[in-house]
């Protein structure tokens, strides 16, 4: 089992950046695919970003390509969420996910650990 902790929100203006960490610990890091999700008041969990156990092999969904990375340093048992050209709608609740396996997955029920989240609010 793994335990995850999120750090990293806050309040941002529009346009701006912020990086999301999560920390691990308990089972190897490196056994599991990660993601991010967000779930903004009254809408459902969606997916971010997943990134592969080795860290080889990423994916985002459509409204933050090109503006979210995802990373991993297995080492420092660490994900990460790099996200510029913040709006407004970016505004949620940000959770990682680990699951068992070599790729990540973009259906929230297919991770069974989760953080407890960090708010990103961005304001225009």
């Known amino acids: 089992q793994v335990q995850l902790v999120e750090y990293g929100g806050g309040l941002v203006q529009a346009g701006g950046s912020l990086r999301l960490s999560c920390t691990a610990s308990?089972?190897?890091?490196?056994?599991?695919?990660m993601g991010w999700f967000r779930q903004a008041p009254g809408k459902e969990r969606e997916f971010v970003a997943g990134?592969?156990?080795?860290?080889?092999?990423?994916s985002y969904g459509d409204s933050v390509q090109g503006r979210f990375t995802i990373s991993r340093d297995n080492a420092k048992n660490t994900l990460y969420l790099q996200m510029d050209s913040l709006k407004p709608e970016d505004t949620a609740v940000y959770y990682c996910?680990?699951?068992?396996?070599?790729?990540?997955?973009?259906?929230?029920?297919?991770?069974?650990?989760w953080g407890q989240g960090t708010q990103v609010t961005v304001s225009s």
């Open positions: 996910a680990a699951r068992i396996g070599l790729e990540a997955k973009l259906l929230a029920n297919e991770y069974p650990y």
């Open positions: 308990g089972r190897t890091f490196s056994s599991y695919a």
């Open positions: 990134i592969s156990r080795s860290g080889g092999i990423t």
